[in-house]
């Protein structure tokens, strides 16, 4: 008898063993973000598969963009070169679990910064680069000139998103009484509203003007109605729990806009950096103090970060801005001294 | 010779019936032990990147929209609410499914079987096309079909008065709904009986006296009295909700989407394909001799098949006709591909503005299991009744 109890009671010893140390097991994610990064040799960030303007690759599957910008800012920064991504294009109903597991670094992916995610989904948003609003866009024939005539309208919208949530707050509000059809990928969205089959589409303005200016046939056909219904503040997330890389990516992002701020860009960042006597640009480029050494960096830093990308003004005008296919204005988001909300805590 | 009395049952080690016992025993506490290994670790893992968990979301205002419902869905009402419109959306293009699917199938099936060469390799190759293309790519197939060619939701077809066909899909007047309609639906319900009684007499009337009587339209009949009947008995009510041309649109009445239609279109055609072949299979399982006695008694062909094939078919039908079902209802989770809002599709909302994905995954994958696990049973009940009664 002594013996079978023994038998039956090893093996169950052990598996409880096993149990009781997988529940007191940190997360497998618990070193440091950046330690990783460098091991691999490379920043993983969560993309979007197609939003020319903000990210989109090439024939020769080179990315670029907005929110590419970001993350090769960041990458420039860690691990001194700009090309050292591996992205993830993500769908947006796929994007938080894949930041959460530990698959990306970061999740730069137009991402609207709300409570919620903020609070639950185990990410914290680093800051705002795309000050947006979600809009509608109708086919120009319609004679729709305002989102207030969209009475029993079916709107294409994509699953996954904070614009279901707003097209329903704003149906209730003005009464519209809207009909949503919900695609789980961007491409089905597009598809459906290019052939008919939604009087609207609805998703940030932004995206809207990538929408149009990429998928239709003759772009001129389709407006973009006047309304925003919605604020819609677009930005990079990581994965709690690791506060150094939260704060390099902050910190990154502020530095491109203060850049931009005292005049700092891509072309004159070398001669600054030798020359420039104006104490908050030295001390944007490390040449008096040392603000990287607070972060866990070199004193170069930011100045890799804008040779690489150049300052924030550069990275719209490039991507998205009026000389860009999109011809987006600048808006909200110009500098906070032009009118804007761009305002970035001092470097220093 | 006196038979050796049975081994005394001996709890010790070398006992085979011992050792089986202590091996289940410990493969069960393994399983146990592993899966709550899993979910501590998970639910461990959670807590520690500060992600959120349990079910009080669902309570909670959904705060969405949905495009159709057979109930009237407001975006105040709870998640729960919500999972429950997606759970009926998708019942409702599963079960229209299954019964078109199987009307057609059972018609391709026969038509597997005829003499006429040209029905014959007709339903050949719709099996074969049907069964060997990718569902997902049949429903797109037929989506941007609908959606590329039907008239733009300005200028809408309209085949009857009050009847408009567009990329919108199918609008049309319907009653509205008043107490007095309950009054017609106890009439339907009634006509049922009166239809099956009048059956039944005319079978006793046939056997009693070898005289046939018609038996479907004075059941019909009998069937549209009663409703008829008891609508007037619910004091007529003749409201009809009419749909209305706007600046842009067609609002009101009822409407079938082209969402639903690809989706029913799509679910249907695939599995015909299948069932085609179940019942194929089924009525080549009865025996020749069977045709051959049918012939003798001088049978029609569609009296054999109905009387003689069929029933006999049936026993072997049923089983695969039941994973055929299973494929149906579980195919309808493609429906988000085309923009339906089934369960899934509204889970995967529900999903990403809660953030709870193993809370909303778990949720669908045990709906789906309940669904299938019952239509399983159904289809066994059924499967017991067909069978060969051994007397």
New interface residues.
């Given amino acids: 008898m002594k013996?079978?109890r023994k038998?039956?009671q090893r093996?169950?010893l052990a598996?409880?063993a096993?149990?009781l140390l997988?529940?007191?097991?940190?997360?497998?994610?618990?070193g440091k973000t950046i330690d990783a990064m460098k091991a691999r040799g490379s920043l993983n960030c969560g993309v979007n598969p197609s939003l020319p303007g903000f990210a989109a690759a090439d024939s020769q599957g080179v990315w670029s963009g907005l929110d590419i910008d970001i993350c090769r800012a960041v990458a420039a920064t860690v691990l001194g070169d700009a090309s050292k991504i591996k992205y993830t294009p993500l769908n947006?109903?796929q994007r938080?679990?894949v930041l959460?597991a530990g698959e990306i670094d970061i999740l730069s992916r137009n991402t609207t910064w709300t409570l919620?995610?903020d609070a639950?989904?185990?990410l914290h948003f680093t800051g705002t680069t795309y000050y947006d609003g979600q809009g509608f866009m109708v086919s120009k024939?319609?004679k729709?000139t305002s989102a207030a005539?969209?009475?029993?309208?079916?709107v294409?919208v994509q699953?996954?998103?904070t614009t279901?949530?707003n097209?329903?707050?704003y149906?209730?509000v003005m009464k519209l009484?809207?009909?949503?059809?919900?695609?789980?990928t961007q491409e089905?969205t597009n598809?459906?509203y290019f052939?008919?089959?939604c009087?609207a589409y609805t998703t940030d303005a932004s995206g809207l003007a990538s929408v149009r200016n990429k998928e239709a046939t003759n772009p001129d056909d389709h407006v973009i109605l006047p309304e925003l219904i919605s604020k819609e503040p677009l930005g990079p997330s990581v994965?709690?729990?690791d506060d150094e890389f939260f704060a390099i990516v902050k910190w990154v992002t502020y530095a491109l806009i203060e850049a931009e701020e005292y005049g700092i860009t891509q072309a004159n960042v070398d001669q600054l950096k030798g020359s420039s006597t104006d104490p908050v640009v030295q001390r944007i480029l490390g040449t008096s103090e040392d603000t990287g050494k607070l972060l866990g960096l070199d004193r170069d830093w930011a100045f890799r970060a804008i040779k690489a990308v150049g300052n924030y003004g550069e990275i719209f005008e490039r991507n998205v801005g009026p000389k860009s296919t999109l011809k987006l204005p600048r808006g909200l988001n110009n500098q906070w001294n032009k009118g804007g909300l761009m305002y970035a805590p001092p470097v220093r | 010779m006196s038979t050796p009395p049975p081994p005394k049952r001996q709890w010790s080690?070398r006992s085979q019936a011992f050792r089986g016992l202590?091996y289940q025993?410990?493969a069960i506490?393994?399983l146990v032990?592993?899966v709550?290994?899993?979910m501590?670790?998970t639910f461990?893992?959670?807590r520690?990147?500060?992600?959120?968990s349990g079910f009080d979301f669902f309570l909670q205002p959904a705060?969405?929209?949905?495009?159709?419902s057979l109930i009237e869905f407001d975006?105040s009402q709870s998640y729960l609410m919500a999972y429950v419109i997606g759970l009926s959306n998708t019942l409702r293009v599963a079960l229209v499914g299954l019964v078109m699917a199987t009307i057609l199938g059972t018609l391709i099936g026969i038509g597997r079987l005829t003499k006429n060469t040209l029905v014959k390799s007709l339903c050949t190759s719709y099996v074969e096309v049907t069964r060997n293309i990718p569902l997902l790519l049949q429903l797109f197939m037929w989506?941007?079909a609908m959606?590329?060619l039907l008239p733009?939701?300005?200028e809408p077809l309209k085949p009857l008065a009050g009847v408009f066909f567009s990329?919108?899909g199918l609008q049309y007047p319907l009653p509205v709904w008043a107490p007095g309609h309950w009054g017609t639906l106890i009439g339907l319900c009634v006509g049922i009986g009166a239809w099956k009684f009048w059956t039944r007499h005319v079978k006793q009337h046939f056997e009693a006296t070898g005289h046939t009587k018609p038996s479907f339209l004075p059941g019909l009949g009998l069937w549209v009295l009663c409703g008829v009947v008891g609508w007037l008995a619910g004091g007529a009510p003749g409201e009809i909700d009419i749909p209305e041309v706007?600046?842009?649109?067609v609002?009101g009445g009822g409407s079938v989407?082209?969402?639903y239609l690809t989706l029913l279109i799509g679910l249907t055609v695939y599995t015909s394909g299948y069932i085609a072949e179940v019942v194929r299979a089924g009525i080549q399982s009865v025996s020749f001799g069977q045709h051959e006695a049918a012939v003798a008694l001088g049978l029609k062909r569609t009296q054999e098949l109905r009387l003689i094939q069929l029933p006999q078919a049936m026993r072997v039908i049923i089983p695969p006709l039941t994973s055929q079902y299973l494929n149906l209802i579980k195919n309808s989770s493609l429906a988000?591909?085309?923009?339906y809002?089934d369960l899934v599709?509204i889970s995967?909302?529900a999903?990403?503005?809660?953030?709870r994905?193993i809370e909303c995954i778990a949720l669908v994958m045990l709906i789906y299991l309940s669904l299938s696990l019952l239509t399983s049973a159904l289809m066994n009940i059924y499967n017991r009744r067909v069978r060969i009664k051994d007397r």
């Fill in positions: 013996s079978i038998l039956i093996p169950l598996t409880a096993l149990a997988g529940s007191l097991a940190t997360p497998a994610f618990a947006a109903a938080f679990a959460q919620n995610r639950s989904l185990g024939k319609s729709i005539k969209l009475k029993g309208a079916t294409c699953s996954g998103t279901e949530k097209l329903n707050d149906s209730k009484n809207m009909k949503p059809v919900v695609f789980d089905a598809k459906a052939a008919g089959r009087q994965r709690r729990g | 080690w202590v025993i410990i506490l393994v032990l592993a709550g290994y899993l501590s670790n461990a893992n959670m520690a990147r500060g992600i959120q705060g969405f929209g949905i495009g159709e975006s989506y941007f959606t590329e733009p939701i300005e990329k919108n706007t600046e842009i649109n609002v989407t082209p969402e988000v591909a085309v923009g809002p599709s995967s909302t999903l990403n503005q809660t953030g994905a």
